[in-house]
């Protein structure tokens, strides 16, 4: 067994597209209209489906937000530097909600940004480097 994808609801395709791709450096793997069921699936990722997990977004015709609930956490992305990546996506228009620092009782490296429906992403350091 392994991980295919995470599924994430979202109110406006072409804008999540957009962040995964333009601001977090996904790239976009498929797109497909489903008019009879009144949805797209889009799925992106930074390696190809076959070789690792993907996220993939949903988007339900007509409906613009969701309710994100208690019980969602984040989705991780390892990074090489997450000061540097915090920078390069906010120079990108994404948004930091906890800028890169020290994990709170440990010494790991993390930071949070949001997508455009509000979906936490953690930036995890990779354990190479120290600060």
Known sequence: M??????LRVGDLDRSIAFYTEVLGMRLLRRHDYPEGKFTLAFVGFQDEAEGAVI????????????????????ALEVPDAYAACEAIKARGGKV???????KHGSTVI???EDPDGYKIELIQSKGRKD
């Open 97 to 103: 909600t906890r800028e890169a620092g020290p994990m």
């Open 111 to 113: 930071a949070f940004v």
């Open 2 to 7: 392994r991980l295919l994808h995470t599924m």
């Open 56 to 75: 993939e977004l949903t988007h339900n015709w007509g409906v613009e937000s969701y309710e994100l609930g208690n019980g969602y956490g984040h989705i």
